[in-house]
């Protein structure tokens, strides 16, 4: 709210359109699980008629429980994924630091050749040229 208050904005009337707006939207979430129950007592009726209460209990249980199974390996997968970019973003950025590292280390090195000094500038240009092109190149 101070950062607010220095930018400028009406820091009362956005507290009061934020609360309005929870309280819209959670009278809307309630109207939509009491119409999902009743949905799903529809249609437990319509399946007891067909089958018997008890066989449509065991459908109805069945059917919650698989879409729960669903969604938990679907969510595990998502995790799994993540991970595994969040990994080879990690692995990248140390194989960087290390050829940096290992570049600033060899420097003086490599200045007292001036063979090296006209051929390494050149290679160093583009090994940074090649190297940062191929950071700003999309993930697939």
Avoid: H, W
């Avoid at 009337?13 to 119409?35: D, T």
């Avoid at 990994?87 to 940096?100: I, N, P, Q, Y």
């Amino acid at each position: 709210m101070p950062l607010a208050g220095l930018l400028g904005l009406e820091v009362e009337g956005l507290s009061q359109r934020v609360k309005g707006l929870a309280i819209v939207y959670a009278l809307i979430l309630v109207c939509v699980v009491i119409g999902l129950g009743f949905l799903i007592a529809a249609g437990y009726i319509a399946l007891s008629d067909l089958v018997g209460p008890l066989t449509a209990t065991l459908i109805l249980a069945g059917s919650f429980l698989a879409i729960a199974l669903i969604v938990y390996i679907g969510l595990a997968i998502s995790e799994s994924n993540r991970r595994k970019r969040l990994a080879e973003r990690r692995r990248s950025s140390d194989a960087g630091a290390f050829l940096t590292t290992a570049a600033l280390t060899a420097l003086p090195l490599l200045t007292r050749s001036p063979m090296l000094v006209k051929l390494g500038i050149p290679a160093a240009a583009l090994a940074a040229l090649v190297l940062l092109r191929d950071k700003d190149t999309p993930d697939s």
